[in-house]
């Protein structure tokens, strides 16, 4: 008897989050900290998003994403500098920290 449960559960992952997920999308959350670049700002727009729960995810992006572009309006009527510095997700995933790594030294 042949086993396809394990090959049936990959291949339902692989369609379902590997295939369907940009994976460049995904990772830009992780590089926020790299746009929003103090605490007070990441307070500011994560404290716009607090009031209805995020849906369940496998990773934070998708809701993270949808309930950020519900609190756009608000940023840009009361803080265009942050909205500003949030345009920069536009950019491609190893563009972003760019300037961050520009400054950086060594520890040693």
Request: proline fraction near 10%; avoid cysteine; aromatic fraction near 12%.
């Amino acid at each position: 008897m042949e086993t396809t449960g394990i090959s049936r559960y990959v291949d339902s992952w692989k369609e379902a989050y590997i295939n369907y997920y940009s994976h460049e999308t995904y990772f830009k959350i992780y590089a926020l900290p790299y746009i929003l670049t103090t605490g007070e700002e990441i307070d500011y727009v994560y404290g716009l998003m607090v009031g209805e729960p995020l849906r369940p995810y496998w990773g934070p992006y998708p809701p993270l994403g949808e309930a950020l572009k519900k609190v756009i309006p608000i940023i840009q009527r009361e803080r265009p500098e942050v909205l500003a510095k949030l345009v920069r997700t536009k950019l491609p995933v190893s563009q972003i920290p760019a300037e961050v790594t520009k400054i950086s030294k060594p520890v040693s």
